[in-house]
């Protein structure tokens, strides 16, 4: 992988937004990219294929062998564990999630978590870094079939005609452009669709309805499972065909990597991780469930203290369980760290977008650069 500077497209701001993308800010970069050779991007897709495929057997594990897992270390009511269990053993199907994975200094892909319940920074990964190729790289190919990916998975998941309704916390300008992609996906694959606030949901007798009293019986929700477990336990039994499935729960948690250590210690993708502290070692401390890098820290463990290397980030997330996963040091490119966000749509890797910051922890306010591979 290599990273090249360029001049912005003088346009692209207009550009972008005419494709939905005007939550972009300073997020969106331009004036760089990156390069994979075609051989890069086949280990990177091996990597994602394989990476997937752990992480369906630590979920098998957890929940058919380890179920005492789900209550005791994701305090995850029993009643909602028993949903779970039942959404597993129907197969309900997924249509996406995203691993995020750090390149070590021989390039393997190392697995830092897997995104499975509400992964963002789809827009920007699937239409409009194509675009930005098609425009200043149209002789060169990219890592890139998950819009393509997306339209079909639909079309795998629920019946020709359905009605699917798509929710979050339409407050958020992210969120709202990711719902409102993701509708015009399902759209395209000949699905009715709309689009509400999650808070005008209304709960009676075990139906959720839409402000026009419609009940809903399909629906894609942009809003993590374990606020929702907090916020309204009897909302997530409600007679409705989620996406993504409730067992996403069980993957969407980092006590899920000790899970994936303990059961596949030699895979190179997979790095060290434990529940409790080490006794020595530098390993990056994350909460067990937290988002956009919040409460996360570098530490170095010496008989049992730990010294910070890396002081924690901040947020909301550090009221619960942690995890230690083995710190591995980034590659810098230019001065940044990137980040490869590697897209699974219908249970088969799809392409990747990648996000970069000054410091090795990414965050919200990392940007995203395209890629190209190599056409020489």
């Known amino acids: 992988m290599e990273k090249f500077n360029m001049t912005p497209r003088s346009d692209y701001r207009e550009k972008i937004e005419a494709l939905g993308f005007d939550f972009h800010g300073d997020y969106w970069r331009e004036e760089a990219y990156y390069r994979f050779t075609p051989a890069e991007i086949e280990r990177l897709e091996e990597a994602t294929r394989e990476a997937y ?3 369906c057997e630590a979920g098998e594990y957890i929940i058919s062998e380890k179920p005492d897992f789900m209550e005791r270390m994701l305090q995850i009511p029993a009643e909602v564990c028993e949903r ?3 959404s597993w053993n129907r197969d309900e199907l997924s249509l996406y999630g995203r691993f995020d994975f750090l390149l070590d200094e021989k390039g393997v892909p190392r697995i830092l978590e897997f995104n499975a319940d509400t992964p963002t920074s789809l827009l920007e990964a699937s239409v ?3 675009q930005w190729k098609e425009e200043c790289f149209p002789e060169c190919d990219q890592y890139n079939g998950i819009h393509e990916g997306l339209v079909q998975s639909w079309k795998d998941i629920f019946p020709a005609g359905s009605n699917i309704h798509f929710v979050g916390a339409l407050d958020d300008h992210e969120d709202t452009g990711t719902l409102q992609y993701l509708a015009s996906t399902a759209m395209e694959a000949g699905y009715s669709t709309r ?3 999650i808070n005008s949901m209304n709960l009676q007798n075990g139906l959720f309805y839409d402000p026009s009293g419609e009940c809903i019986q399909k629906c894609f929700k942009l809003y993590p499972w374990e606020w929702m477990i907090d916020e309204s336990p009897d909302g997530c039994l409600a007679q409705v065909e989620w996406l993504e499935p409730i067992w996403k ?3 969407s948690n980092k006590a899920i990597l000790s899970i994936l250590y303990e059961l596949f210690p030699d895979s190179p993708y997979v790095l060290p991780c434990y529940l409790s502290r080490p006794q020595q070692g530098v390993f990056c401390r994350k909460p067990v469930f937290s988002r956009e890098g919040h ?3 570098v530490v170095d463990i010496r008989q049992w203290e730990e010294h910070a290397l890396l002081k924690e980030t ?6 619960g369980a942690y995890v230690y996963q083995e710190y591995v040091k ?9 980040v490869i966000g590697s897209w699974i749509v219908g249970g088969e890797p799809a392409g990747i977008g990648i996000r970069e910051n000054r410091t090795e922890i990414t965050d919200n306010l990392s940007e995203f650069v395209p890629h190209i591979i190599s056409c020489l």
Do not use: F, H
């Not at 901040?314 to 009221?319: K, P």
């Not at 980034?330 to 990137?338: D, F, I, K, L, Q």
């Open 84 to 86: 779970i269990c039942e």
């Open 330 to 338: 980034p590659v810098a490119y230019s001065g940044r760290y990137p």
């Open 53 to 55: 495929r752990m992480y």
């Open 314 to 319: 901040e947020g909301d997330y550090n009221t």
């Open 295 to 297: 409460n996360v820290s």
């Open 128 to 130: 409009i870094q194509w």
């Open 249 to 251: 729960l069980v993957m």
């Open 195 to 197: 689009v509400l606030d």
